[in-house]
């Protein structure tokens, strides 16, 4: 498997556009997490998905932000409207329940996001 | 609120020397505990955990302690190599949750 896989790796965009970050889970994984990794907060989870089924979005810093996964093989991240403070690097992770033990996340290589 | 706390955002350590990187956490209800490694432009990787039944957990040069009381975990590299520098993250979960929380990672830098 070629791990997780994120796109676009950087993004670029104005003030008040719409951004939309990608990402394709590990094959068999049934958990899904979106991070956004800042210098004050470290790595803060957004989002995570079981079974594609949203659980615990109380990350979410406003409305602006949504996540959908409508398929076991694709999750969205979308900002609208995104602003400067919104600049961060993004990951999205994946990870399988064993028994009753989550193993550990795998991890792509994140989105850095950029809104001036 | 930061339930997982890395207090020490950089450490300095010479090659072949033991790096010791701390994390504090806040919630008692944690019962498993991960390290993971990030190198610049990558994502995060599993490095080493630790289940809240043990105090010690060893992978060759990477040990994790576990204090429960003081509600404390360290992450103990020896010997220290140039290849070890990374930004390390630690992070835990509790038994009514499956995501994991992180702290705000520790920079390690070792040099000849």
């Known amino acids: 498997d070629a791990g997780v896989i994120q796109s676009p790796r950087h993004e670029v965009t104005e003030m008040g556009q719409e951004v939309t970050l990608r990402c394709k889970p590990i094959?068999?994984?049934?958990?899904l997490f979106w991070y956004r990794q800042t210098m004050m907060r470290g790595l803060e989870l957004l989002i995570y998905?079981?079974?594609?089924?949203?659980?615990?979005d109380s990350g979410m810093p406003e409305d602006r932000f949504s996540a959908k996964m409508p398929n076991a093989s694709f999750s969205t991240l979308k900002i609208q409207p995104s602003e400067p403070r919104d600049s961060a690097v993004y990951f999205c992770?994946?990870?399988?329940?064993?028994?009753?033990?989550?193993?550990?996340?795998?991890f792509g290589q994140g989105t850095r996001l950029t809104v001036v | 609120d930061q339930q997982v706390k890395q207090n020490s955002p950089s450490l300095s350590v010479q090659e072949g020397r033991i790096s010791i990187l701390n994390c504090d956490y806040t919630?008692?209800?944690?019962?498993?505990f991960l390290w993971y490694k990030k190198y610049p432009a990558e994502g995060p990787t599993f490095l080493i955990s630790?289940?809240?039944?043990?105090d010690k957990n060893e992978d060759g040069r990477f040990t994790v302690f576990l204090n429960k009381s003081a509600k404390h975990l360290s992450l103990h590299i020896v010997p220290s190599q140039p290849g070890d520098s990374a930004v390390y993250f630690c992070?835990?979960?509790?038994?009514?949750?499956?995501?994991?929380?992180f702290g705000t990672g520790t920079r390690l830098q070792v040099f000849p």
């Open positions: 992770a994946s990870s399988l329940m064993t028994g009753t033990m989550n193993t550990e996340a795998f």
């Open positions: 094959s068999g994984h049934d958990y």
């Open positions: 998905f079981n079974n594609n089924v949203p659980i615990d």
């Open positions: 919630n008692s209800m944690f019962d498993y």
């Open positions: 630790i289940s809240s039944i043990k």
């Open positions: 992070a835990a979960s509790g038994p009514n949750t499956d995501k994991l929380i």
